[in-house]
């Protein structure tokens, strides 16, 4: 039997807090060995003590780093209770649909489930952030508004003709706005990469490569064999001429699986290795 407690400590005017249990009768635990002060559960063990007892206790400091906040994911953004939620984005039918056109649109990226902003994301933020447009308030003002539309207590025509006089304030606003000069090259240069004497170019269904000291042009396809390859196993047939064992490929004929290494010859051709 445990007694759940609260625990303040005033250390000088400062309060110091913290929550766990306090063991009242040990039953059946009295007969193990176990003396570690934390349950299994993680929950911590307070000692016994008394309103306006006062302890000897030392201080000390511990000298640590921050970390940084993790990343959004699908799930923090878009699940029930996630940020778009909280902000009154979109619907729970919608906000997927629109992480999935961000994506498309190459405003961010899914890295093992985390986001990232890409240059034209970055771009986009820097056009928008002083904006209106750049508000969540204003979709979230917008899906209140729409409710009211399906509630039959607002206008639909009064809705349009808003937004299209916000669209004309906006685009005249940003005919006003200077681009930042270096996040505009950086997204022009998005889907180029340099490696040694390579500049790589993502172009639809593939990878153009050209050799600058030679101009010889050839492509690396982005699916072989039904597996997605990334701009970084190009980057290492470029310097290494084989990538390591890789798994995910699936055979046209025979539909199975397989695992192999892939090599780039002398004539810039891609084929397949295998243990």
């Not at 447009?133 to 039959?152: C, D, M, Q, R, V």
């Not at 597996?227 to 196993?233: A, F, M, R, W």
Request: with cysteine; glycine share 6%; aromatic share 6%.
């Amino acid at each position: 039997m445990y007694e759940q407690t609260n625990l303040t400590l005033e250390v000088n005017g400062l309060s110091f807090n913290a929550s766990g249990n306090v063991p009242m009768e040990k039953g059946w635990k009295a007969l193990t060995s176990d003396e570690s002060k934390k349950e299994k559960s993680g929950t911590d063990l307070l000692p016994s003590v008394c309103e306006g007892e006062t302890l000897a206790i030392k201080l000390s400091v511990k000298d640590k780093q921050t970390k940084p906040p993790k990343r959004l994911t699908d799930g923090i953004l878009v699940g029930k209770g996630g940020v778009m939620d909280k902000l009154g984005l979109g619907t729970p039918a919608t906000r997927s649909s629109c992480v999935e056109t961000l994506i498309a649109r190459e405003y961010i990226t899914s890295e093992k489930a985390e986001l990232f902003p890409t240059e034209k994301g970055k771009l986009l933020y820097e056009l928008t952030k002083e904006t209106l447009l750049g508000k969540p308030e204003l979709t979230a003002n917008w899906e209140k508004y729409l409710h009211s539309i399906s509630a039959g207590k607002g206008s639909r025509d009064v809705f349009i003709s808003n937004i299209k006089t916000f669209i004309s304030e906006v685009i005249e606003q940003q005919k006003q706005t200077d681009l930042p000069s270096q996040l505009l090259e950086e997204t022009k240069n998005m889907h180029k990469l340099t490696v040694g004497s390579y500049q790589i170019e993502e172009k639809g269904k593939v990878f153009e490569i050209t050799q600058t000291d030679n101009q010889t042009t050839f492509v690396v396809f982005k699916t072989i064999a039904s597996k997605k390859i990334t701009l970084k196993t190009v980057e290492t047939l470029l310097t290494k001429k084989k990538t390591a064992i890789m798994k995910g490929f699936i055979s046209a004929k025979t539909k199975k699986n397989f695992n192999a290494g892939l090599t780039l010859s002398s004539d810039n051709k891609v084929s397949f290795y295998f243990k």
